[in-house]
């Protein structure tokens, strides 16, 4: 009798231990605050045009013109969680005219939402290397950056000594862009 | 409101770590630790447990943060709290799940009063879930990768496992003589839902190099693959979430993928009073049939940007359609198997302090003596994707009074350097009953434990008049 008492006590006294254990104050609720700000950088484009490029059978070429799909904004978790972005652009010019790039932001019917302009001087013999200001999108102008389908590339040579099939030299464009994300 | 939720998860769905249950292993007071060890020194005339009741375990652990340090209410930012419990974790950290119910069982001697074999038998129902803490991509998804230039975000940290099913068991043991008992056990497994994704590899990698022409240097390789059983249905846009729930109950019991496995032990007594005893549990595998499905992204991608080519006439190029071209996702519909978590345990126990009977004469002339108390180690092992599991157990068990018998231990291992554990199984008349806890330091805040586990169960057990 005494033995069954005793281990119904220590079996209560167990199961207390258990069930009436303590735990510090938890809030489940705090998930919601998950916001991640995540900063992604990746390459936009480069090229390296040669100077003889500019000359075709003799005549020379004042302006080259390529486009490229960017349609990374076609996905809707990028256009919804990107909060910022800046574009880096970096030009070399070795020849010795001077040139403006134009890179354009076309839309999906090439309407070109905006031009980004950026000039370089001919080169002279000494190091002709331009890092421009980076290019912010925020707001209205990341709006217009998120409607862009493809990225168009307009080269216009100044005028200036005539270059030949042997000119020597070339035009390099280096660019980056930074992504500002905020998850919520 | 939400301890009492916390502890309704700790006691109903979660159970204490890794399996191991060291409280229980051993602990032959119970029927249920021939579960652990089929080879257990385990005898009665014959047992059920009470249907539901009769084992009800849990086990929780995480090795390097608490529920505490992500969630606990104290002003601290959310975010803050996700990149600290990061920074203190390394892929080899781990969370883990397990649970089981016993929906019943049962046992009894077969081969007349003498005999010394047994046969015992169940079903149960167990959930497992195991995942490393994918500690790269939760930095990349954090910080991104503009202020880790040159880091390769390791791939292989994605790394996770989770399964429901249940298992009909039969085992038999027999004393083959006064120092061996010699015990198996064969199973059927039944999964209802598995979801595996533990081999994969490949590295996110954001280089530069100033001989380059471009600015970066990024490349993905991937290898990523998830396969999963009874799970693709619930995926499906016309299928009613409510409905997930029961189907996988059904599945479990009733429709699952079929697997096969076994357990064996023994338990060798160098001298009355020193034992040795051994076991391998979940020795088996499950055939994945059933609604099976397998995504898989593997291949190379190097990433130069959006390129122009002044050439008089070139298709634009598209970065997303090489993208899905380098790495595609496939779906796959091919079975597959798993193998189960398989558990090694192994215990040396010496007993000493003689018990004194009340019996009046021992009429058989047989002298068996009994003792009150016990010392011992025991060892745990367990197969993990990563690194096998290791525990370390020392234990102390005692009988208090003929029916009621106590155990502590104290257990060593990645979890926890201060895990107390103390069981107790006694019976009232024919009911057996059992409480198994461990980490009792930890009952003083179990939000911030790394670890519990329980267990608990009510048989019915009867004992030839003799013993």
Known sequence: MKASFLKRISTTILLSALFFSCSSDLDFDQTKDLKLEPVFVANLAYFDVPANKFVDNGTEQQIAFDEQYFDIFKEKFLRDNLAKAEFNFELENTVNRAFTLNILLLSENDQVLETITLAIPAYSGTTNTIKYPTEVFENQRLDVLKQSRKLGFVIVMSPGPPLSASSTGSLKLRSGATAYMVIE | ?467
């Open chain 2, 1 to 467: 409101m939400r301890t009492k939720y916390l502890l309704l998860i700790l006691a109903f769905q979660l159970s204490c770590f890794a399996q191991n249950k060291e409280v229980l292993y051993n602990f032959t007071a119970i029927p249920q630790s021939s579960l652990v060890n089929p080879g257990a020194d385990v005898s009665y005339k014959f047992y059920f447990g009470v249907p539901v009741l009769s084992g009800v375990s849990a086990n929780i652990g995480s090795s390097s943060f608490s529920a505490y340090d992500l969630f606990a209410n104290n002003g601290v930012d959310f975010n803050d709290k996700v990149r600290n419990v990061l920074n203190n974790s390394s892929s080899k950290d781990k969370t883990q799940l397990n649970q089981q119910l016993e929906i019943f069982s049962g046992g009894f001697r077969v081969g007349g009063e003498d005999s010394q074999s047994y046969i015992s038998f169940g079903v149960y129902q167990e959930f497992d879930f195991l995942m490393y803490v994918p500690k790269d991509l939760g930095i990349l998804a954090l910080d991104g990768n503009r202020d880790h230039i040159g880091k390769s975000f390791n791939l292989a940290d994605l790394n996770v496992r989770a399964e429901v099913l249940s298992v009909f068991h039969v085992g038999f043991h027999k004393k083959i003589n006064e120092k061996l008992v010699l015990g198996g056990r064969a199973k059927l497994y039944s999964s209802g839902a598995n979801a595996t994704s533990t081999k994969n590899s490949g590295f996110i990698y954001t280089g530069q190099s100033n001989g380059t022409p471009n600015l970066y240097i990024q490349n993905i390789t991937s290898n990523l693959e998830l396969k999963t059983s009874g799970i693709a249905a619930f995926t499906k846009d016309e299928y009613d979430e409510a409905n997930i729930p029961g189907d996988i109950a059904h599945n479990t019991f009733f429709n699952g993928s079929l697997g096969l496995g076994l357990d064996a032990g023994l338990t060798y007594y160098f001298k009355e009073n020193l034992q040795f005893t051994a076991s391998i549990v979940d020795l088996g595998f499950i055939r994945q049939s059933k609604d099976v499905e397998t995504r898989r992204y593997k291949g190379t991608y190097n990433y130069q940007g959006a390129n122009p080519v002044f050439d008089a006439s070139n298709e634009p190029g598209d970065i997303f359609d090489d993208f899905e071209n380098a790495i595609p996702r496939e779906t796959l519909y091919d079975k597959y198997t798993t193998w189960r978590p398989t558990k090694f345990y192994s215990s040396v126990e010496y007993s000493f302090g003689e018990k004194r009977s009340d019996d009046d004469c021992n009429c058989k002339g047989k002298v068996t003596r009994k003792y009150v108390n016990a010392l011992g180690g025991q060892l745990f092992a367990m197969s993990m994707p990563v690194e096998p599991f290791v525990a370390l157990t020392a234990f102390y068990r005692r009988n208090i009074f003929d029916n009621l018998d106590v155990k502590a231990t104290y257990t060593y291992d990645a979890y926890s350097h201060k895990n107390i554990g103390l069981g107790l199984a006694g019976t009232v008349g024919k009911l057996n009953m059992y409480l198994l806890v461990n980490n009792l330091l930890e009952l003083k805040d179990v939000s911030k434990a790394n670890s519990m586990a329980f267990q608990l169960g009510f048989n019915f057990v009867f004992q030839n008049a003799k013993d």
